[in-house]
């Protein structure tokens, strides 16, 4: 079975700010790894995903995350935080393989102080 | 943006009585899911189709059935609707790639 853990429902940085969230995985097989946005009263959107190419993987609106095989993490980066950037984010994993699901961590929301 | 509706987008409803909320794609993607988003606890799975009259469950299937007659369609039927599953309901298809609708939110009194 697949599982991601996001430690922590709440970070908070200010702005300009580095901000990390976190999120580890568990799989049995090498997966597929997926960072989703989710801004107030709307659908999840893809920030970035790393599908067995390169492990540093680039995204939307400056993110960026880096698989680590060794430490089975795939953390969630971006250098200088923005007011716009205030939002939850779901770290999620699935399998390869055509039939495979998608399993989600439990979210972490990002607060940006000015 | 993927083309994914849902409807209704809110809907307020009694216990025990029967809701169906519908998930329509213009992409023709033959993967089609529902979810249920809970706080702490993220997305979870309830039912998945992957083709016309070819669906299963997910992790949270209990009280809720599906249906799949065209491609375009998802329906998500609550029979008997319970306080417990007051929720936002969200629909997704994949290609490459997961897309969301836009949810619905259920509540159930």
């Known amino acids: 079975a697949q599982s991601v853990t996001q430690l922590g429902s709440h970070v908070s940085v200010s702005e300009g700010a580095l901000v990390l969230l976190r999120c580890n995985y568990s799989s049995s097989v090498p997966p597929y790894l997926f960072w989703y946005v989710q801004y107030p009263n709307q659908g999840l959107q893809l920030l970035l995903k790393?599908?067995?190419?390169?492990?540093l993987v680039k995204g939307i609106n400056g993110f960026e995350a880096e698989f680590k095989k060794s430490e089975t993490s795939f953390h969630l980066t971006k250098p200088s935080a923005h007011m716009s950037d205030a939002a939850e984010y779901f770290c999620a994993v699935r399998k390869t393989g055509a039939n495979s699901k998608l399993t989600f961590g439990k979210g972490i929301t990002l607060s940006v102080r000015p | 943006d993927a083309g994914i509706t849902q409807s209704p987008r809110h809907k307020v409803t009694e216990t025990g009585t029967p809701v169906t909320l519908r998930c329509h794609q213009t992409e023709n993607h033959r993967y089609m899911y529902w979810y249920r988003q809970d706080p702490g606890h993220g997305l979870r799975l309830i039912h998945y189709s992957y083709g016309v009259k070819d669906t299963d469950k997910g992790e949270v299937s209990d009280g809720y059935s599906v249906s799949r007659s065209k491609t375009e369609d998802f329906l998500l039927t609550l029979e008997s609707a319970t306080s417990s599953q007051t929720s936002v309901y969200f629909c997704?298809?994949?290609?490459?790639?997961?897309?969301f609708g836009p949810g619905t939110r259920l509540t159930v009194l």
């Open positions: 997704a298809i994949r290609g490459d790639e997961q897309f």
């Open positions: 790393y599908t067995s190419a390169a492990t």
